[in-house]
Each structure stands twice: as C-alpha cells, then as structure tokens.
C-alpha cells in the first residue's frame, strides 16, 4: 500500500508517495456496522516531509470534547450523492452539534448515534 500526500486528486499520479509499513484497525471496528469505529493508523516506513503544500492535520487533545458550535471542516474523497462520486479532495466548514439533540432527532428516526460519533451540520441548514 501506498499513501500520497499533497495531491488533491484520488488516484492522481500528482504529490509524493509513502510506503506503508503497517496498518492497524480500530480494536472495535466491525465490517458489519462499518460506520462505527471505521478509522485506522497508517505506519509509514519513512515520515512525511512537510512543506508549503504538506502539513499535519491538527487534532483535538486526547478525551476532549468539541464545543457546540466550533466550527470544523469535514474533507474527503468519495460519494457525495447517490451514484456521483468525487475524486477531487472536497471540504466543507460545519458547526459542530448538541450531541444530545442530535440523538434525540437521528433515533427519532431510526438512526442511532453511536458514542465516538459527532454531529455537525452546515450552520444555515441547522
């Protein structure tokens, strides 16, 4: 396996590529409820050289919890709709949500919110 870093493009030939040593799964993750726990460490067998266009994502101190109403940026690749898929990088600033209401709405209707999970919504489609 192989990562790349500065590219903006899923399966682009552009940015630097790492090699992969390891990858370690979540210990809760289950292929069947995949949504939960679907995060995973990815060891390089070299570190990332950052510069203008590479740099570290910079996350929360361990055990914190997001403030309702932070802002955070939700970024990936992948669908963005039924049968449309993006391979260019998309971003989209959000404000994060009152867990408690965001559960009360999502098991109202049949999905429940998983510990772990965060709510966040596009601040005028609140």
Same mark, same amino acid.
């Given at each position: 396996m192989r990562i790349v870093a500065g590219s903006l493009m899923a399966g682009a030939g552009e940015g630097v590529a790492y090699r992969a040593a390891a +990858?370690? =799964?979540?210990e809760d993750y289950d292929e069947i409820n995949?949504?939960? %726990?679907? +995060?995973a460490l990815i060891t390089l067998v070299e570190p990332i050289a950052f510069d203008a266009l590479i740099s570290p994502v910079i996350l929360p101190a361990p055990g914190a919890d997001a403030q309702d109403g932070a802002a955070a940026i939700v970024a990936g690749w992948g669908d963005t709709q039924p049968? !449309? $898929?993006?391979? &260019? =990088? =998309?971003? !989209?600033e959000v404000a +994060?949500? %009152? &867990? $408690? %209401?965001? &559960?009360d709405i999502y098991y109202g209707i049949g999905y429940? !919110?998983?510990?772990?999970q965060?709510?966040?919504? !596009?601040p005028e489609v609140q």
């Open positions: +990858v370690t =799964l979540h995949a949504w939960i %726990n679907d +995060v049968s !449309v $898929r993006s391979d &260019q =990088l =998309l971003k !989209v +994060v949500w %009152n &867990q $408690r %209401n965001c &559960q429940p !919110v998983y510990p772990g965060m709510c966040a919504a !596009v």
